[in-house]
């Protein structure tokens, strides 16, 4: 069977993203082995400094890179393809700011019940999911793409405001549990906790391949989509949910991680060459994963000299490509 030029690219990047895994896996001041993975995973013993290293380091930040990549990248691709701009993005579009605003909330409102790992993962849902439907109707009555951007650029600056009000009253330990989560980390997913982070990320993933048909048909604008029958307010309505949950979840469990949603898929598709998002969903999927496993590899490398947040590595590698994305405009 022969292959075309845009599935050799997938299988590339697939094996791109295994060998970037296994480099990440193998990178830290503790030497740990392949037998050492695999008794960590069925056969762990406790007392064991590299099972015990790997159970509860290495396997679930990987895992965690993987799959916030993976959710990332197609939260990004979704909006950008609904709202037919490059530069749009949940973090640009304040999607990442509406979930932001909702965990500050939720782990310095005081209420137990909001503290949970249950409570703010909705939080964090709930709020990306009401932000995305306030820029879903705006978008319906601001047909200019710049404005639409800045009204997401205001709702993340509203947020911020209120994030800092709520801070100002909130004591010094939640104010430093926020803080540091707000810096970003793909260390504070759990062991216990990827099955069911894996089963959402990539149960919703799988969910937006359904929507291959309606997303090559909104590349050529609404009102030839609704000629050719497609329903467009489910679509959209169904768009911003999946980016909701995806977004929703990551931000909860790790933070706001920026600009890796709205890289991802411009330098997928400058690669791939092709509006079929059968290849745009798993390229910028597979793509994101290993942009998030380099930059972790970075911050592990460096981390004998400076200790950096995986935020200041995706932006130094996501806004020279929102400038270039400007400048490709004029």
């Given at each position: 069977m022969i292959l075309n030029k845009n599935s050799r690219?997938?299988?590339?990047?697939?094996?791109?993203?295994?060998?970037?895994?296994?480099?990440?896996?193998?990178?830290?001041?503790?030497?740990?082995?392949?037998?050492?993975?695999?008794?960590?995973?069925?056969?762990?013993?406790?007392?064991?400094?590299?099972?015990?290293?790997?159970?509860?380091?290495?396997?679930?930040?990987?895992?965690?890179?993987?799959?916030?990549?993976?959710?990332?990248?197609?939260?990004?691709?979704?909006?950008?393809?609904?709202?037919?701009?490059?530069?749009?993005?949940?973090?640009?579009?304040?999607?990442?700011?509406g979930a932001s605003l909702l965990v500050?909330?939720?782990?310095?409102?005081?209420?137990?019940?909001?503290?949970?790992?249950?409570?703010?993962?909705?939080?964090?849902?709930?709020?990306?999911?009401?932000f995305g439907l306030l820029i879903l109707f705006t978008s319906i009555y601001i047909?200019?793409?710049?404005?639409?951007?800045?009204?997401?650029?205001?709702?993340?600056?509203?947020?911020?405001?209120?994030?800092?009000?709520?801070?100002?009253?909130?004591?010094?330990?939640?104010?430093?549990?926020?803080?540091?989560?707000?810096?970003?980390?793909?260390?504070?997913?759990?062991?216990?906790?990827?099955?069911?982070?894996?089963?959402?990320?990539?149960?919703?993933?799988?969910?937006?391949?359904?929507?291959i048909k309606p997303l090559n048909i909104l590349v050529l604008g609404d009102q030839n989509a609704y000629f050719l029958g497609i329903k467009i307010k489910q679509v959209r309505f169904v768009i911003i949910s999946i980016t909701a949950i995806l977004t929703g979840t990551v931000t909860a469990l790790c933070g706001p991680i920026a600009f890796i949603g709205l890289a991802v898929p411009n330098i997928c598709k400058l690669i791939f060459k092709t509006t079929n998002h059968f290849y745009l969903l798993l390229g910028s999927a597979l793509l994101g994963a290993i942009l998030l496993l380099l930059c972790d590899c970075a911050i592990q490398l460096l981390s004998t000299h400076i200790a950096i947040p995986i935020n200041a590595i995706t932006a130094l590698i996501g806004a020279p490509v929102v400038v270039w994305i400007i400048l490709k405009k004029f």
């Open positions: 690219l997938l299988l590339g990047l697939t094996i791109v993203l295994l060998v970037t895994a296994a480099c990440n896996l193998f990178i830290g001041q503790v030497n740990i082995t392949g037998i050492d993975y695999w008794n960590a995973l069925f056969d762990f013993n406790a007392q064991e400094n590299a099972h015990l290293t790997a159970r509860v380091f290495r396997i679930p930040k990987v895992t965690t890179a993987i799959l916030a990549g993976i959710a990332l990248s197609i939260s990004g691709l979704l909006m950008q393809t609904l709202f037919q701009n490059p530069l749009a993005g949940p973090y640009v579009l304040g999607l990442n700011s500050a909330l939720a782990t310095m409102s005081g209420f137990s019940v909001f503290s949970t790992d249950l409570g703010v993962v909705s939080s964090a849902l709930i709020g990306a999911f009401a047909r200019s793409k710049v404005s639409l951007l800045l009204v997401g650029i205001m709702l993340g600056s509203f947020s911020g405001a209120l994030i800092n009000i709520i801070q100002t009253y909130s004591d010094a330990n939640q104010l430093k549990a926020f803080t540091l989560w707000s810096f970003g980390s793909l260390s504070n997913v759990q062991f216990e906790q990827l099955g069911w982070f894996a089963l959402v990320i990539l149960g919703t993933a799988i969910i937006s391949l359904l929507l």
